[in-house]
């Protein structure tokens, strides 16, 4: 099929024509959650920018795999364990299970394989041991390090030279590394501390380590794409970089890096660090699914994306809309008319053109309609058919029907009394609930927000 897909490659800084390795299967890799807290907003961006590529290279190919790990070893969960004093087992499916509903409630596909990291400590072992074998790592006293300086390419993908990260790397010097620059592969634990046993006693991996090992498990040695939020091109990609190209002596590992920017509040970035986190959860109980989904959409993924109220009240305003031309149908859509998505991922354009279908359809013109209803469906929103969206807001309210019926009643009788003031005050209560009131000729009806 005839296509042009671009994507912006991070390692060459470019757009570039999207030319894959074996068209027949289609390979991408992103780094999914450290299961220690539960997901949030920014981390849904990820998600659902990755779904959103996947459902687009779906379109194209015939067959496409993705993996997606789960890291549930690192140490910041080791930390969560001991401030929460909850066993680390208890953390990591606790947080794996909102995840999955979290992945759920906002329509991802669930990816090929979802690898998890606890899974592959023998595989991180042995890529270590090789490693080693091959001088591009040493051991010193049952802490393993990659050394940097073995590897020619290093800084290639995040663009620093050697010397520069030298410099930055001084204030964290370990005395067991030969080199600042250089970083753990393997490193002892405490008795307490979860532990493999290893040729260099009882430790765990390093956090880069998993991704090299999983993805080449996965997708062989050499796949598409690989990508993940900003955050990730350094260290976490420029390490795996080093390690899976000196281990299998080879310049290719992933062909095409994709970077989300950050979710922001305030311009700043949303993290757990900065207390300034909205879960997945929470923002979906206060939206639904879709008006998160469509907000994360709704700026081109490579710009950061401020959350805010007014955001998320245009994208519900702009579902609800599309919801009156909802329609059970799924036709094929060409090409022509996702030719946004195919240009770098470009959301916010596909997201004009659905706006376009919805006008034409609203005039009445069935074919653009069906192509309204399938676009909207392309990028996983409509995942709920009318009753279910009109069921869910019902449920997102907590007040009930008869209530309702009663405020307006009351409000009529205030009206006729002449107080006006009271009559607002409970429009406005309502509204505050989520209840639109609507005065007609001789009656006042209600809706949902
Ligand atoms: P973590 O659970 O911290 O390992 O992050 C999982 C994914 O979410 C990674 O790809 C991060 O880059 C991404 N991520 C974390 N915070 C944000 C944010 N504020 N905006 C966008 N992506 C983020
Ligand atoms: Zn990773």
Not at 115 to 138: G, R, V, W
Not at 184 to 198: E, H
Not at 316 to 335: A, F, G, H, M, R
Not at 366 to 378: I, V, W, Y
Request: aromatic share 8%.
């Amino acid at each position: 099929m005839s296509h042009n897909l671009k994507i912006t490659n991070s390692l060459t800084r470019q757009k570039e024509i999207f030319k894959p390795i074996n068209p027949k299967a289609i390979t991408m890799y992103a780094c999914g959650p450290t299961v220690y807290d539960n997901p949030h907003v920014g981390n849904a961006r990820t998600l659902i920018v990755f779904d959103t590529l996947f459902r687009v290279l779906k379109k194209i190919y015939a067959k496409v795999s993705y993996v997606r790990n789960i890291t549930d070893i690192d140490d910041k969960i080791i930390e969560e364990s001991k401030n929460k004093k909850k066993s680390i087992s208890k953390i990591t499916e606790d947080v794996t299970k909102v995840f999955h509903e979290n992945c759920k409630s906002l329509n991802c596909l669930l990816p090929t394989k979802e690898p998890k990291a606890t899974d592959h400590i023998d595989e991180m072992i042995k890529m270590t041991e090789s490693l080693i074998k091959k001088n591009f790592a040493y051991e010193v006293k049952g802490h393993v390090y990659f050394s940097v300086s073995s590897f020619k390419d290093y800084g290639k993908l995040s663009n620093k030279d050697l010397d520069e990260l030298k410099t930055g790397s001084r204030i964290e010097v370990s005395k067991l590394k030969k080199d600042p620059i250089d970083f753990v592969l393997w490193k002892p634990s405490d008795i307490n501390d979860p532990g493999w046993d290893s040729p260099w006693g009882r430790g765990r991996p390093g956090w880069h380590l998993e991704c090299s090992v999983m993805s080449e498990k996965y997708l062989g040695k050499h796949f598409d794409i690989h990508g993940g939020g900003l955050d990730l091109i350094f260290p976490h990609h420029e390490n795996e970089i080093a390690q899976s190209c000196s281990n299998n002596s080879s310049e290719r590992f992933s062909n095409y890096w994709v970077h989300n920017g950050f979710v922001t509040i305030n311009k700043e970035k949303m993290s757990k660090s900065l207390g300034n986190i909205i879960s997945i959860s929470e923002a979906v109980n206060k939206y639904s699914g879709q008006v998160v989904r469509l907000a994360l959409l709704s700026a081109h993924y490579s710009q950061p994306l401020d959350w805010n109220d007014r955001l998320l009240e245009d994208q519900k305003s702009t579902i609800e809309k599309w919801y009156q031309l909802y329609e059970d149908s799924n036709v094929e859509i060409p090409l022509d008319i996702i030719d946004a998505l195919l240009d770098d991922l470009n959301t916010p354009g596909f997201i004009a053109k659905i706006h376009e279908l919805y006008n034409s359809a609203n005039k009445g013109d069935d074919k653009s309609k069906k192509l309204f209803n399938s676009a909207c469906k392309l990028i996983g929103l409509f995942d709920l058919n009318k009753n279910e969206w009109e069921s869910l807001k019902k449920t997102n309210t907590d007040i009930s029907e008869e209530l309702i019926l009663k405020k307006i009643a009351a409000r009529s009788s205030a009206k006729q009394n002449g107080d006006f003031k009271l009559a607002d005050q409970i429009r406005d209560e309502l509204l505050n609930k989520g209840i639109i009131i609507e005065d007609q000729k001789d009656k006042t009806t209600w809706k949902y927000k």
